[in-house]
């Protein structure tokens, strides 16, 4: 059955329409349309009246109501709770109008062990549940909200038998009263067998045996609120092999806190559910809609957004009735207050450009709140501590029904800003002596790809930011300067996770607004933005030799951002009279959208940047990634040369060298792999159609893919691509305490230098010869004109005469340094994997790879032949082997024939 104050608001809508003059057939398939999604539901078994439950003759089968809750504490709300304090039991109270309703539960896990992915205030599940009676038991249930059909249709009976919800725990009714109508459950038989599924998350975490030991698990703080309760229980687990854990005492044994909300839904609240755009970056709610079929599309897909409605509906700029609210938790500390207040805030921008004043508040949680941080009613920016975390996370719990956000939750590891601080330390004690140091925490240069927000990469780059502060600048640096960087990047992070709490996903086109030389000007960057969109993976903004540092991280958002927000917030004509029709809003949100073929309206997220996409990308900036890596490649170069001048600082432990030295290393590879993506790629926006000069796929500039190919020989290939000092490499000393958490290396002690540049060069190699790199090269010649296009016998003789320079484009030749030696031997091995059909690639690279070998070798017989005992032993013994591999490969690979 509709309600009929829904009818009636439908008819309104009608009645709206047809005096405006609207086409009656449109009219009546747009009502149609919302009458069908408002009947659309799950699949569901079909339940008994609830009523029959309080007729059952034989409840002299089940211990009598006031016994039960005799000597109990009361808590009346959404479910009333009875907690006796004297053997610590929990009972739970199920009305009637209770059973079979869909209510919304959260977990969080409110205690970690501070490694290894256990961490305080994650969110570990959401979603719908309802509690049915079968026989003697109760039923938790979780419903099934990915299949719907319109009630009335049959296509709801063969949904009821097509697809099932989950039973998850059958709990045994501990009483019936007839007189109060309700069923009495032990919520302990329900939330007291690992109900939180923490039992696998530890093995498959810290593949240990850990099973939960019930004599040691209790229940802490329990509240019944009218429209929430609020349940934290206290888990302990066992094991007798327990993990090596270096966070607790004994790894024998650990104990999670989790806490549980279980919540009402919200019902004729007035939300209407918005139809989402592949164009516009949303998380989404979908459904398929399986009695729909007159549309080759059968999902229905809502964006997750927060209920907003202006207290002034004919206004264009109004308070909303009900602001979204963020609560500072009171264990974050002091100091960084405020850089998180302005990151919130800063996105109230965006809502004034949908018309909203002051959508976004900001409080701070007081010392004696009397309140949860995990209580489903407010949205917290949480602070928690680690030893190997490095991330920031904002969870949001939403309505499955409707894509509704219910509640966020930021959390934020400490360490994202803690890694800063030994740094600061040592520059501000460096700068009296009008010298610099570092302390970072070390990682390895292998580049670290990581699906959560500001991890590892995030703080390698603030890192080196707040290296580049000093050693840069050529200016001291003073307390009030590194407390101004760390608030930047701070604020920058938080509105980040800000965006992901009002349903925005990342937008890997963000950092490509502003071209290279604007970078700097803070008049551009304070009014138009450093990017179009905070929710890229932003790199620290380190300017080049001669300019003016700028920002070092965004300090507003972005042109897209302000977009998004008001395709998902700005309120339709349908919205400000009461009509409830989301697919009415269409040619609403089309002309929103519509400008999406705006460059700083570019939009492509987590699935768009595995494609070879240089301009869609992370960790990069501006509109030219040639230029600005480039340039960041020169500014990793300067660093190490005051490395070698001046550190490290007298007193200092030379650990510090070596951890600075590895990350700008890192940084100069992170920067050097961002170039590789210019050879055979291609711009892909998910624009639609207008005219037949628009493209889906846009090949790179040739001109820009051979500029991508100097600078990655200039830089990683060329023989004096890395020059350091017996001096400095010396000095790489690792730390030599050895105690939990900073264990010794058992490895060889002084610094791996030819290891670290044949990793580097080795994957930006192997990268450029990828087979699937190679497919797009051959694809790209028919989807452009003859000559426009990098071809793979350029690409391949580009390389081989870059790496073989001694041998291809010399006359005279003394010698081949070590690191050139390790260079070749890598191109070769790849060249011959592909000749021996030992790695996948297109047969026109296999017969090229086999046609370059065949001139290599030529060059080295002559070569040899010519001056042959004028080279030293090692560069003979080079040769050689490589001649000898290419002639055993060449005869092998004919044989094979």
């Given at each position: 059955?509709?309600?009929?104050?829904?009818?009636?608001?439908?008819?309104?809508?009608?009645?709206?329409?047809?005096?405006?003059?609207?086409?009656?057939?449109?009219?009546?398939?747009?009502?149609?349309?919302?009458?069908?999604?408002?009947?659309?539901?799950?699949?569901?078994?079909?339940?008994?009246?609830?009523?029959?439950?309080?007729?059952?003759?034989?409840?002299?089968?089940?211990?009598?109501?006031?016994?039960?809750?005799?000597?109990?504490?009361?808590?009346?709300?959404?479910?009333?709770?009875?907690?006796?304090?004297?053997?610590?039991?929990?009972?739970?109270?199920?009305?009637?109008?209770?059973?079979?309703?869909?209510?919304?539960?959260?977990?969080?896990?409110?205690?970690?062990?501070?490694?290894?992915?256990?961490?305080?205030?994650?969110?570990?599940?959401?979603?719908?549940?309802?509690?049915?009676?079968?026989?003697?038991?109760?039923h938790f249930v979780i419903r099934n909200v990915n299949f719907r059909a319109t009630s009335e249709k049959p296509e709801q009976k063969a949904l009821n038998r097509s697809f099932s919800d989950s039973v998850l725990y059958a709990v045994p009714i501990v009483s019936i009263s007839s007189h109060r109508k309700a069923i009495l459950i032990n919520l302990g038989d329900l939330l007291m067998q690992d109900f939180a599924g923490l039992t696998p998350l530890l093995k498959n975490s810290l593949f240990a045996d850990y099973q939960l030991a019930e004599n040691k698990s209790y229940f802490g703080a329990v509240n019944s609120f009218a429209e929430n309760i609020e349940i934290n229980s206290v888990y302990n687990f066992s094991a007798n092999q327990g993990a090596n854990l270096i966070t607790l005492p004994d790894s024998r044994s650990l104990t999670l806190k989790v806490h549980y909300s279980f919540s009402q839904l919200p019902e004729n609240n007035g939300y209407i559910p918005r139809i989402a755009d592949e164009r516009v970056g949303y998380f989404i709610t979908a459904y398929q809609d399986l009695s729909n079929y007159n549309s080759s599309e059968s999902f229905v897909r809502y964006i997750n957004r927060w209920h907003l409605e202006p207290s002034v509906t004919d206004a264009p700029l109004s308070a909303p009735k009900k602001p979204i609210v963020f609560w500072i938790e009171n264990a974050v500390p002091l100091e960084y207050r405020d850089a998180i207040r302005e990151g919130v805030l800063m996105w109230n921008k965006a809502f004034e450009k949908a018309g909203f004043l002051n959508a976004i508040q900001v409080q701070q949680m007081p010392d004696d709140a009397d309140w949860h941080p995990a209580d489903v009613r407010y949205n917290t920016i949480r602070w928690f501590?680690?030893?190997?975390?490095?991330?920031?996370?904002?969870?949001?719990?939403?309505?499955?029904?409707?894509?509704?956000?219910?509640?966020?939750?930021?959390?934020?590891?400490?360490?994202?800003?803690?890694?800063?601080?030994?740094?600061?330390?040592?520059?501000?004690?460096?700068?009296?002596?009008?010298?610099?140091?570092?302390?970072?925490?070390?990682?390895?240069?292998?580049?670290?790809?990581?699906?959560?927000?500001?991890?590892?990469?995030?703080?390698?780059?603030?890192?080196?930011?707040?290296?580049?502060?000093?050693?840069?600048?050529?200016?001291?640096?003073?307390?009030?300067?590194?407390?101004?960087?760390?608030?930047?990047?701070?604020?920058?992070?938080?509105?980040?996770?800000?965006?992901?709490?009002?349903?925005?996903?990342?937008?890997?086109?963000?950092?490509?607004?502003?071209?290279?030389?604007?970078?700097?000007?803070?008049?551009?960057?304070?009014?138009?933005?450093?990017?179009?969109?905070?929710?890229?993976?932003?790199?620290?903004?380190?300017?080049?030799?001669?300019?003016?540092?700028?920002?070092?991280?965004?300090?507003?958002?972005?042109?897209?951002?302000?977009?998004?927000?008001?395709?998902?917030?700005?309120?339709?004509?349908?919205?400000?009279?009461?009509?409830?029709?989301?697919?009415?809003?269409?040619?609403?949100?089309?002309?929103?959208?519509?400008?999406?073929?705006?460059?700083?309206?570019?939009?492509?997220?987590?699935?768009?940047?595995?494609?070879?996409?240089?301009?869609?990308?992370?960790?990069?900036?501006?509109?030219?990634?040639?230029?600005?890596?480039?340039?960041?490649?020169?500014?990793?170069?300067?660093?190490?040369?005051?490395?070698?001048?001046?550190?490290?600082?007298?007193?200092?432990?030379?650990?510090?060298?070596?951890?600075?030295?590895?990350?700008?290393?890192?940084?100069?590879?992170?920067?050097?792999?961002?170039?590789?993506?210019?050879?055979?790629?291609?711009?892909?926006?998910?624009?639609?159609?207008?005219?037949?000069?628009?493209?889906?796929?846009?090949?790179?500039?040739?001109?820009?893919?051979?500029?991508?190919?100097?600078?990655?020989?200039?830089?990683?290939?060329?023989?004096?691509?890395?020059?350091?000092?017996?001096?400095?490499?010396?000095?790489?000393?690792?730390?030599?305490?050895?105690?939990?958490?900073?264990?010794?290396?058992?490895?060889?002690?002084?610094?791996?230098?030819?290891?670290?540049?044949?990793?580097?060069?080795?994957?930006?190699?192997?990268?450029?010869?990828?087979?699937?790199?190679?497919?797009?090269?051959?694809?790209?010649?028919?989807?452009?004109?003859?000559?426009?296009?990098?071809?793979?016998?350029?690409?391949?003789?580009?390389?081989?005469?870059?790496?073989?320079?001694?041998?291809?484009?010399?006359?005279?030749?003394?010698?081949?340094?070590?690191?050139?030696?390790?260079?070749?031997?890598?191109?070769?091995?790849?060249?011959?994997?592909?000749?021996?059909?030992?790695?996948?690639?297109?047969?026109?690279?296999?017969?090229?790879?086999?046609?370059?070998?065949?001139?290599?070798?030529?060059?080295?017989?002559?070569?040899?032949?010519?001056?042959?005992?004028?080279?030293?032993?090692?560069?003979?013994?080079?040769?050689?082997?490589?001649?000898?591999?290419?002639?055993?490969?060449?005869?092998?690979?004919?044989?094979?024939?």
């Amino acid at each position: 059955m509709i309600h009929w104050l829904t009818t009636l608001s439908v008819c309104t809508v009608y009645l709206y329409n047809l005096l405006l003059g609207n086409n009656q057939l449109l009219l009546t398939q747009g009502v149609n349309f919302y009458l069908q999604q408002l009947n659309a539901l799950p699949a569901i078994e079909n339940i008994s009246s609830a009523d029959f439950f309080f007729k059952d003759s034989k409840l002299e089968k089940f211990q009598r109501f006031s016994e039960v809750v005799r000597d109990t504490d009361k808590l009346e709300g959404l479910f009333t709770l009875y907690r006796s304090l004297e053997d610590d039991q929990i009972y739970l109270e199920i009305q009637p109008e209770q059973l079979n309703k869909n209510y919304l539960g959260t977990v969080t896990l409110e205690s970690g062990i501070g490694e290894s992915g256990i961490y305080s205030g994650l969110a570990l599940q959401d979603f719908l549940f309802y509690f049915r009676r079968v026989n003697n038991s109760i039923h938790f249930v979780i419903r099934n909200v990915n299949f719907r059909a319109t009630s009335e249709k049959p296509e709801q009976k063969a949904l009821n038998r097509s697809f099932s919800d989950s039973v998850l725990y059958a709990v045994p009714i501990v009483s019936i009263s007839s007189h109060r109508k309700a069923i009495l459950i032990n919520l302990g038989d329900l939330l007291m067998q690992d109900f939180a599924g923490l039992t696998p998350l530890l093995k498959n975490s810290l593949f240990a045996d850990y099973q939960l030991a019930e004599n040691k698990s209790y229940f802490g703080a329990v509240n019944s609120f009218a429209e929430n309760i609020e349940i934290n229980s206290v888990y302990n687990f066992s094991a007798n092999q327990g993990a090596n854990l270096i966070t607790l005492p004994d790894s024998r044994s650990l104990t999670l806190k989790v806490h549980y909300s279980f919540s009402q839904l919200p019902e004729n609240n007035g939300y209407i559910p918005r139809i989402a755009d592949e164009r516009v970056g949303y998380f989404i709610t979908a459904y398929q809609d399986l009695s729909n079929y007159n549309s080759s599309e059968s999902f229905v897909r809502y964006i997750n957004r927060w209920h907003l409605e202006p207290s002034v509906t004919d206004a264009p700029l109004s308070a909303p009735k009900k602001p979204i609210v963020f609560w500072i938790e009171n264990a974050v500390p002091l100091e960084y207050r405020d850089a998180i207040r302005e990151g919130v805030l800063m996105w109230n921008k965006a809502f004034e450009k949908a018309g909203f004043l002051n959508a976004i508040q900001v409080q701070q949680m007081p010392d004696d709140a009397d309140w949860h941080p995990a209580d489903v009613r407010y949205n917290t920016i949480r602070w928690f501590n680690s030893i190997d975390a490095f991330f920031a996370k904002a969870p949001t719990r939403v309505n499955p029904l409707t894509g509704e956000i219910l509640d966020a939750d930021i959390i934020v590891d400490a360490n994202m800003v803690r890694s800063l601080q030994p740094e600061y330390r040592t520059l501000i004690e460096g700068s009296s002596n009008n010298q610099n140091s570092c302390n970072l925490t070390n990682y390895n240069t292998q580049l670290i790809e990581d699906d959560r927000c500001y991890g590892i990469e995030s703080s390698l780059q603030a890192a080196i930011g707040a290296t580049a502060l000093s050693m840069l600048q050529n200016s001291a640096l003073d307390n009030e300067k590194m407390q101004e960087y760390v608030h930047q990047y701070l604020r920058s992070l938080i509105a980040h996770e800000v965006g992901h709490a009002l349903g925005l996903r990342h937008n890997f086109h963000g950092s490509t607004m502003l071209s290279p030389q604007e970078l700097n000007n803070i008049e551009i960057t304070h009014s138009k933005g450093l990017v179009s969109s905070v929710m890229d993976y932003l790199p620290v903004n380190l300017a080049p030799q001669g300019i003016a540092q700028g920002d070092y991280f965004p300090a507003t958002i972005g042109p897209y951002d302000e977009w998004a927000i008001m395709y998902g917030y700005k309120p339709s004509n349908f919205e400000s009279i009461g009509a409830i029709i989301p697919e009415a809003e269409k040619p609403f949100l089309e002309q929103i959208v519509g400008s999406s073929q705006q460059p700083e309206l570019a939009y492509a997220t987590d699935e768009d940047i595995w494609d070879i996409n240089p301009n869609a990308n992370v960790w990069d900036m501006s509109n030219d990634v040639l230029v600005y890596s480039q340039w960041q490649m020169d500014n990793a170069r300067l660093m190490w040369q005051k490395l070698d001048k001046k550190y490290p600082i007298k007193g200092e432990s030379y650990s510090q060298l070596r951890t600075v030295f590895d990350k700008i290393l890192m940084y100069y590879f992170r920067n050097a792999n961002l170039i590789v993506d210019y050879i055979g790629g291609q711009t892909f926006r998910r624009n639609y159609a207008l005219d037949v000069n628009n493209w889906a796929f846009v090949p790179t500039n040739l001109a820009k893919q051979r500029q991508a190919l100097a600078t990655l020989n200039e830089y990683i290939f060329a023989e004096d691509a890395f020059e350091f000092s017996p001096q400095l490499l010396n000095q790489l000393a690792p730390s030599r305490w050895n105690h939990w958490g900073n264990p010794v290396p058992i490895s060889r002690l002084d610094y791996p230098i030819h290891d670290r540049i044949l990793r580097v060069q080795s994957t930006i190699l192997r990268s450029l010869l990828d087979g699937d790199r190679l497919h797009r090269l051959l694809d790209i010649e028919l989807k452009t004109l003859p000559g426009e296009a990098l071809t793979i016998p350029e690409l391949f003789d580009t390389l081989q005469n870059s790496i073989w320079t001694e041998i291809l484009g010399k006359e005279e030749l003394i010698s081949i340094s070590s690191i050139r030696r390790s260079l070749q031997r890598e191109h070769l091995d790849i060249l011959l994997e592909m000749v021996l059909r030992k790695t996948e690639v297109p047969e026109d690279g296999r017969t090229l790879a086999w046609y370059e070998l065949r001139q290599l070798q030529k060059a080295l017989s002559a070569k040899l032949k010519k001056l042959g005992e004028q080279l030293d032993i090692y560069t003979v013994a080079h040769l050689e082997e490589v001649s000898d591999r290419i002639t055993k490969t060449l005869n092998a690979s004919l044989v094979s024939r």
